[in-house]
């Protein structure tokens, strides 16, 4: 018999997932909280590991509205309320990639 062994989500796409015990379904199909945010560019264009090798070395977890990220070479976690503290969060992120980042909602963004 088939049966689910987790559930992953990933609030920011490109980042890294967080395991969740249970996740609702919304009405348009898709799990809560999934790929909530997403990195874009100046251009507008997806901020993902296609374009940029450097998101595969930054780390995310992820507790509720917060997110905690890291380089995985060691650099201590900087942490950001998702809410709240998206401009401090878009900083980082900008300086970090060495272009200008915004953590949006993908709410009517085409994924």
Do not use: C
Not at 31 to 57: P, S, T, W, Y
Not at 66 to 93: D, K, N, P
């Amino acid at each position: 018999m088939p049966y689910l062994a987790r559930i992953l989500i990933y609030p920011i796409k490109a980042l890294d997932g967080v395991a969740v015990k249970q996740a609702k379904v919304t009405t348009g199909g898709a799990l809560e909280h999934d790929r909530e945010f997403a990195m874009l560019d100046d251009k507008n264009r997806f901020v993902n590991g296609k374009r940029n090798v450097k998101i595969h070395k930054l780390r995310a977890k992820f507790d509720a509205s917060m997110i905690r990220v890291s380089i995985q070479e060691g650099e201590a976690e900087q942490v950001f309320h998702l809410h709240r503290e998206r401009s401090q969060l878009e900083t980082w992120l900008s300086e970090y990639f060495g272009l200008s980042v915004a953590a949006k909602l993908t709410q009517g963004l085409s994924r």
